[in-house]
């Protein structure tokens, strides 16, 4: 009888002592706090802490080369969210952009825009939604029309605002035909056809929009200017004299615009044009060294589909 006791309470010792050293086991494996937590930049966006998200992305792109196009454009809307425009253009000038016509190029595009838009730039996120939006990826649409709408809002002297001032003009009966071209004729030509698409249906403002999309199409060439506009005239059965009156007002207001500030060049970087493109490259550094230093714009020379990277932005002259 006492060995059997004695054999009891030696398996319920052996049982105590497998069960603590299964809750021992147990407490040694419990799951570790991941220490790389707070550096999470999808976990930082949502917390709304933008800035600390921006330098994680930033971060990311210098440990994972593979994958630094995609961590430098979060880091740059990163530094949008945060209100750093300079800081989300550094992250695009670190990128390459030798791809146009990618999904990636026009997300950087767009991405451009909202830079420009931050800054108050409104000439300059203007040129660059306009030059976009005719082959924009469809998932990019939504993004593109609410930049739009921004900078219709943001900007003084926007499309929409002009196009009303137009209006206005004709509503209050001290209208003339070059008030259109002085209101609209800078607009980049994609604008205008917008607009004259806009308002297709308004009698009013037809003719008008039709003007300056007409004029900017044929903006450099007289003979084609001249054969547009007087066939811009019979469509909508106006005077023959308006059409010498117009003329006489582009070339002068022609005359009076400055040289723009930075050109950029996209040469092609592979097939049967290469050759015509690096001969279009030489004529353009000739005839821009024959500038006055003062009056030579910013040439920025761009390769379409180079498959060497370090041939993707060729050259830059100053």
């Known amino acids: 009888m006492a060995k059997v006791c004695l054999l009891r309470k030696a398996r319920v010792s052996a049982g105590l002592m497998l069960l603590v050293l299964l809750l021992a086991s147990c407490a040694s494996t419990a799951p570790q706090i991941d220490q790389d937590a707070d550096n999470d930049p999808n976990r930082l966006a949502e917390r709304g802490l933008h800035e600390e998200a921006a330098?994680?992305?930033?971060?990311?792109a210098w440990e994972r080369p593979d994958e630094a196009a995609q961590a430098r454009r979060s880091a740059a809307r990163q530094w949008l969210l945060a209100g750093r425009p300079d800081e989300a253009q550094r992250m695009l000038d670190q990128l390459e952009r030798s791809n146009p016509g990618s999904a990636e190029w026009y997300e950087v595009e767009l991405l451009a825009a909202e830079i420009a838009l931050a800054s108050n730039e409104f000439d300059r996120a203007e040129q660059i939604l306009s030059t976009v939006r005719g082959a924009l990826p469809e998932a990019l649409r939504e993004r593109y029309d609410l930049l739009?709408?921004?900078?219709?809002?943001?900007s003084p002297d926007s499309a929409a605002v002009r196009v009303e001032g137009l209006r206005q003009s004709l509503i209050d009966g001290d209208f003339k035909p070059e008030t259109a071209l002085a209101l609209l004729l800078d607009l980049p030509l994609e604008t205008l056809r917008d607009q004259r698409r806009q308002s297709a249906d308004q009698d009013l403002l037809l003719p008008w929009l039709d003007l300056a999309a007409t004029a900017r199409a044929h903006l450099l060439d007289d003979p084609a200017l001249s054969r547009a506009l007087g066939e811009w005239r019979q469509r909508f059965s106006l005077e023959r004299p308006l059409v010498s009156d117009l003329l006489d007002w582009i070339?002068?207001?022609r005359e009076l615009q400055p040289?723009?500030?930075?050109?950029?060049?996209?040469?092609?970087?592979?097939?049967?044009?290469?050759?015509?493109?690096?001969?279009?490259?030489?004529?353009?550094?000739?005839?821009?060294?024959?500038?006055?230093?003062?009056?030579?714009?910013?040439?920025?020379?761009?390769?379409?589909?180079?498959?060497?990277p370090d041939v993707a932005a060729q050259s830059s002259c100053r």
Do not use: H
């Open 251 to 253: 070339w002068s207001w």
């Open 259 to 308: 040289m723009p500030s930075r050109v950029t060049i996209l040469l092609p970087g592979q097939g049967p044009l290469v050759a015509a493109g690096d001969a279009l490259r030489d004529g353009m550094l000739a005839f821009w060294f024959e500038l006055p230093r003062q009056l030579r714009p910013e040439l920025d020379f761009q390769c379409a589909g180079c498959r060497n």
């Open 148 to 154: 739009r709408q921004r900078l219709d809002q943001a």
């Open 55 to 60: 330098l994680a992305w930033a971060s990311l």
